[in-house]
């Protein structure tokens, strides 16, 4: 029986996405995504608690180099791919990395229409998906608040 290995993950861009050519030609796109996680603070309820888990994904082919045309830092983004631990040596001790591989990536079609809310015209373009409602916007102050930089 075969396991099943599948990330998905919704967050913002840390920094512009840098991309580069591998020996054998290939482009590898390399990005750092934030999730972020609240929660009410168990003693003072008008407070809240907040994590923010960070990401690499790298993006491989074809698609690397057309979604390094357009992603930029602060853009929200979907990833969807598998999780890829390796490691190396470093001055005679084992190091390991975690990323996640994507197969596929979605972002704001800036030529598509952009649907009108009560967030107004300057609030993020999100894909649809499940995870929004199936809308194209979140709103303007949410997506202020969970960018961590």
Same mark, same amino acid.
């Given at each position: 029986?075969?396991?099943?290995?599948?990330?998905?993950?919704?967050?913002?861009?840390?920094?512009?996405?840098? !991309? +580069?050519?591998?020996?054998?030609? &290939?482009?590898?796109?390399?990005? @750092?995504?934030?999730?972020? %996680?609240?929660?009410?603070? $168990?003693?003072?309820?008008?407070?809240?608690?907040?994590?923010?888990?960070?990401?690499?994904?790298?993006?491989?082919?074809?698609?690397?180099?057309?979604?390094?045309?357009? !992603? +930029?830092?602060?853009?929200?983004? &979907?990833?969807?791919?598998?999780? @890829?631990?390796?490691?190396? %040596?470093?001055?005679?001790? $084992?190091?390991?990395?975690?990323?996640?591989?994507?197969?596929?990536?979605?972002?704001?079609?800036?030529?598509?229409?952009?649907?009108?809310?009560?967030?107004?015209?300057?609030?993020?373009?999100?894909?649809?998906?499940?995870?929004?409602?199936?809308?194209?916007?979140?709103?303007?102050?949410?997506?202020?608040?969970?960018?961590?930089?």
């Amino acid at each position: 029986m075969n396991g099943l290995n599948k990330i998905v993950i919704m967050g913002f861009l840390g920094a512009d996405p840098e !991309l +580069r050519m591998a020996a054998g030609g &290939t482009a590898v796109l390399k990005m @750092r995504v934030a999730t972020n %996680e609240s929660w009410p603070d $168990k003693d003072e309820k008008d407070k809240w608690q907040e994590r923010t888990e960070w990401h690499r994904v790298t993006v491989f082919g074809k698609r690397a180099e057309t979604l390094a045309k357009f !992603l +930029r830092k602060g853009m929200l983004v &979907t990833v969807d791919g598998q999780n @890829r631990t390796s490691s190396y %040596e470093k001055e005679g001790q $084992k190091h390991y990395s975690t990323e996640i591989v994507a197969y596929a990536v979605y972002s704001p079609d800036e030529r598509g229409p952009r649907p009108e809310t009560s967030a107004g015209a300057d609030a993020p373009f999100a894909p649809p998906s499940a995870l929004n409602g199936g809308y194209g916007r979140v709103p303007a102050a949410t997506a202020a608040a969970d960018i961590p930089f």
